[in-house]
């Protein structure tokens, strides 16, 4: 018995450790499913080879990498939804507006608009969208999943025959513009058409589907397959499915996570289900990030994790997100952005892999045959050839069919290059501009088709080319932005030319480099005699500026003796006042608009109010003071505050002075819900009301 139980322990050593070494080697196995040779060559008009310059620019990968929609019901309201999704995807999939429930709530009444609009949308910008799902084995009076007319329908046989009709009228109405479709959902999990039809509802769906479009993939999803050990029911009904004839095209794989991913525990269950010997896809992936206490970092890890199983995954040909942004996801922490349509960590891990790390950019020469041989991912591309002197652009599909071939380019094929986005900035709080890789034609009939964001959309009020510069269009916005908003501009429409006639191509959410110099923090220093301003850019001299600059202390204007840079930085500004400041005054210092500026020649703006953290100390240091504690430093979700006897006002400010929160209280104990403050740097000031006022100023950190 020992020696059996050693022998299992010496199997699941060796498993485990195989596992490592499989994961290890992802970026091989990558190289070798993912990428191919090809080679081009390049032929002038006459049919002559062409000895010149040429560039292969990876444009859409085969792989699809596609995301959950949600259908735009009002014009521009999930625009940077869309925009974002463009930027970092290549594919959708209908959240709810393809479910039946979503179609037919109501016996013959029919709503395809939101998927309708979707499907456009998609095909305007050359994705695929998934009809998600066509059946939902679904559970007895759960209506989202079966529709209630389904479900009071009075035998078996009418539920059958309902569920042919959605199957054969909705596939026949999107054949040739719907190309794959997960024909059951859930079926090893829930049961409710199973138990009205029986068994054959599994495989006759899939035979109704494939009466209904021949050329479409036809998918059986479901869950808890790679997350838990569910997946010998799924993997025994799939079997009994194929034995009864069921033309099943592939597995899809929900991937709903808890708080980790555990790469052997994945590898192992896709092994089980590549058993199947069907094409898989990770159809719903998303992590339960704040149920489970994710950090963001964390998060990040575990998305790229995921991401590199898939992808070096010999099997899986396809990973959809099921959510973009938290607020609007399934899972409440799930979107690689925050409610404030920042990136989180996650954001750049997905976008790094897909979008860099499995890319492919290439340049070179070609021979005097013409040829010019690259490895790259497979997919769509654009080829940029010299020919003649002058730039022609190709744009083609490299995928294993032409893997072992010559793909022939010819001038007359070309296109004049299309200009391209080289960069975007934020050079003053309400102007934008844009530089392109050549001179564009007058933008100011385009106003309405260049979309900029910050938390909301920023509307354009003119568009025109940059004086003396017309690669750079410049955008005139309605509203401010400030230093630290995060800003994108997108372009999803329109007719944008160039000065060549050429037209701009769409792109998604393009983060712009925010130019704009700010204030990220006011001090004073330990003897009150100075303010210390640190600003987010290195600035110019401050010139003629400085009658710009207030201090005021408990509201009054305080004389300035000097104002002077940090010896070692010019965005740190040192301003000498006439008279010390003291411990508990409460000081702002503020800019009126003059003409002080970073060394990037960018204005400062005004800046309102700043508070200043007032770091004169009292009599006894009260910050180090064991009466008061404040715990996690940093903080994530709650932060306790020990506290002495005796009542006592908190007040917390941001990094502007501006007071966020404020209690009273006679409790020593205090937990605060830090969630819904953004991260930062926040001032936490404590007066407690004893003959000696004591006041405890404290930062925070919200990660």
């Known amino acids: 018995m020992k020696r059996g139980i050693l022998f299992l322990a010496a199997i699941l050593v060796l498993t485990t450790v195989r596992a490592q070494d499989w994961y290890k080697d992802a970026s091989k196995r990558i ?9 081009l060559q390049i032929l002038d008009s006459t049919g002559q080879p062409v000895a010149d310059s040429i ?59 939101g998927f309708d609009e979707m499907l456009q949308w998609c095909e305007r910008v050359g994705w695929r969208i998934k009809g998600h799902t066509l059946l939902w084995n679904g559970h007895e009076g759960n209506y989202h999943e079966v529709p ?7 035998t078996g046989e009418q539920v059958k025959e309902a569920c042919k009709n959605r199957i054969i009228r909705d596939m026949t109405r999107y054949k040739g513009r719907v190309f794959e479709y997960d024909v059951m959902n859930e079926p090893s999990h829930t049961f409710y058409l199973t138990n009205r039809v029986g068994d054959s509802i599994n495989w006759l769906a899939f035979k109704w589907a494939r009466q209904a479009d021949s050329t479409a993939e036809l998918y059986v999803n479901d869950y808890n397959t790679i997350e838990w050990e569910e997946y010998g029911p799924f993997v025994r009904l799939v079997r009994k499915m194929l034995d009864n004839g069921a033309p099943v095209d592939g597995i899809g794989i929900q991937a709903h996570f808890g708080g980790s991913i555990n790469t052997n525990d994945v590898k192992r269950r896709l092994d089980s289900l590549a058993t199947l010997g069907l094409p898989m896809r990770i159809t719903e ?14 998060q990040a890890i575990y998305y790229a994790r995921m991401l590199r199983i898939a992808f070096s995954y010999p099997k899986i040909t396809g990973f959809y997100f099921w959510g973009l942004i938290d607020g609007k996801v399934w899972r409440a922490g799930s979107g690689i952005f925050n409610v404030n349509k920042e990136p989180k960590p996650a954001a750049d891990s997905v976008y790094n892999l897909i979008h860099k790390e499995w890319s492919t950019h290439e340049k070179g020469v070609t021979d005097t045959e013409g040829k010019f041989t690259f490895r790259g991912f497979l997919g769509d591309y654009h080829v940029f050839a010299k020919i003649n002197g002058q730039w022609k ?30 960069k975007g900035r934020v050079v003053a709080p309400r102007v934008v501009e844009l530089k392109f890789d050549k001179k564009m034609a007058d933008p100011s009939a385009q106003i309405n088709n260049f979309e900029v964001f910050g938390r909301v959309k920023n509307p354009i009020l003119s568009a ?37 006639s050429s037209i701009l191509d769409i792109f998604g959410a393009t983060p712009l480099e925010n130019m704009i ?58 301003i000498t006042l006439a008279e010390p400041v003291k411990f508990g005054d409460k000081i702002y210092f503020s800019y009126k ?21 007032n770091k004169v100390p009292n009599a006894i240091s009260y910050e180090n003071n064991a009466s008061v504690q404040l715990f996690p430093n940093p903080v994530i979700d709650y932060c306790n505050i020990q506290l002495p006897n005796g009542n006592h006002e908190l007040i917390i400010y941001n990094v502007l002075g501006k007071e966020m929160y404020r209690l009273s209280t006679s409790q020593n104990h205090l937990k605060l819900d830090m969630r819904k403050f953004e991260k930062g740097v926040y001032l936490v000031k404590i007066i407690s009301n004893n003959p000696n006022r004591n006041v405890y100023n404290i930062k925070l950190n919200k990660q």
């Open 31 to 39: 190289d070798s499913l993912r990428k191919v040779n090809f080679t």
């Open 55 to 113: 560039r292969v620019d990876l444009f859409k990968h085969k792989f699809t990498f596609g995301v959950v929609m949600d259908p735009e019901y009002t014009p521009g309201s999930l625009a940077w939804d869309r925009a974002t999704m463009y930027r970092y995807y290549n594919a959708g999939v209908a959240g709810n507006a393809f479910k039946w429930s979503g179609i037919e709530a109501q016996q013959g009444v029919l709503t395809y608009e």
């Open 148 to 154: 209630k007319w389904v479900q009071d329908l009075p």
């Open 285 to 298: 992936f998303d992590m339960d990030v704040t149920a489970q206490k994710v950090t963001p970092l964390n």
């Open 393 to 422: 652009e190709f744009r083609i599909p490299c995928d294993e069919k032409v893997k072992d071939s010559v793909i022939v380019l010819r001038e007359q094929e070309g296109m004049t290059p299309r200009p391209r986005l080289v």
């Open 464 to 500: 025109s080319l940059k004086e003396g510069d017309s690669t750079t269009i410049v955008l005139n916005l309605k509203n401010d932005l400030l230093y630290y908003h995060y800003v994108v501009a997108a372009y999803m429409k329109g007719d944008q030319k160039a000065a060549d």
């Open 517 to 574: 110099p700010g204030i990220v923090s006011a001090s004073t220093s330990d003897d009150g005699s100075q303010i210390i301003v640190r600003l987010n850019k290195n600035m110019d001299e401050l010139g003629s500026n400085a009658d710009s600059i207030k201090i005021t202390v408990n509201n009054i204007p305080v004389s300035i003796n000097s104002i002077t840079f940090k010896d070692d930085s010019s965005s740190v500004l040192l």
């Open 593 to 613: 608009p003059g003409t002080w500026s970073s060394t990037e020649g960018i204005a400062l703006p005004a800046t309102g109010n700043v508070l200043v953290d």
